[in-house]
Structures are given as structure tokens and as C-alpha cells.
Nanobody, 127 residues
Framework: QVQLVESGGGLVQAGGSLRLSCAAS????????MGWFRQAPGKEREFVAA????????RYADSVKGRFTISRDNAKNTVYLQMNSLKPEDTAAYYC????????????????????WGQGTQVTVSS
């Protein structure tokens, strides 16, 4: 399994930007698609963005499309989430996760498809 540690969260004003990082341990990072999810208090965890194991394909939730960008650096075992034009409704704990299947040809977005999860990093956007 891949161990994941998120960083980069914080407090930002509406319209601002943050970049989240997710560092993975283990030499198998490049074999797995990666995803970012978020969970606000009292709400279910929801899909934000995902990237294929090669980095050639990405997918976004409609709510963040055009504002967030997911990327990965397999040499650094790290996946990133660049968040621009942040809104108060983006406030949540953000989690990165690794696909349960290596070398998957499609991008998955359901939480049950992901086997490894980080501890989360809090993002708070003030109005």
C-alpha cells in the first residue's frame, strides 16, 4: 500500500489560491491513479479531481472545473492540487487517495475505488 501525507492547507480569502501537495511513500506511486476528495462538516466526502497513473488524463468535479488543476510528479512521488479563485463553499478537509488498482486505463471517482488515504489537510475560505 501507498502511504500518503497531505500538506498546503490553510486560511485564505475568497478569490485567493492555495496549492495542496500529497507526498507518497513507496516505489509504487507511479503505478496508481490518484485522486483528491473533500469533506465539509456534516457532509459526505465528495470527489474533487483525479489523475491517471501516467498523468496523461485528468477529471474534475463540475464545481471545481476551470478553477482547480491536478498534477503529479512521479519522480517526486507527489500529487498536487492547485486551487484558484477559491470560494467559501470550497471550505473542507481535503484528502488525497490512491486508486486500489494499478495501471488502470480509466479514471475512477468513487471513494470505494481508492484503497489508500491521507489524513487530510484543512482548507478554509473566508468571504
Amino acid at each position: 500500500q501507498v502511504q500518503l501525507v497531505e500538506s498546503g492547507g490553510g486560511l485564505v480569502q475568497a478569490g485567493g489560491s492555495l496549492r495542496l501537495s500529497c507526498a507518497a511513500s513507496g516505489r509504487t506511486f507511479s503505478m496508481f491513479g490518484m485522486g483528491w476528495f473533500r469533506q465539509a462538516p456534516g457532509k459526505e466526502r465528495e470527489f474533487v479531481a483525479a489523475i491517471s497513473w501516467s498523468g496523461s488524463s485528468t477529471r474534475y468535479a463540475d464545481s471545481v472545473k476551470g478553477r482547480f488543476t491536478i498534477s503529479r510528479d512521479n519522480a517526486k512521488n507527489t500529487v498536487y492540487l492547485q486551487m484558484n479563485s477559491l470560494k467559501p463553499e470550497d471550505t473542507a478537509a481535503y484528502y488525497c487517495a490512491a486508486d486500489s488498482r494499478a495501471w488502470r486505463n480509466t479514471i475512477v471517482v468513487d471513494t470505494f475505488e481508492f484503497a489508500s488515504w491521507g489524513q487530510g489537510t484543512q482548507v478554509t475560505v473566508s468571504s
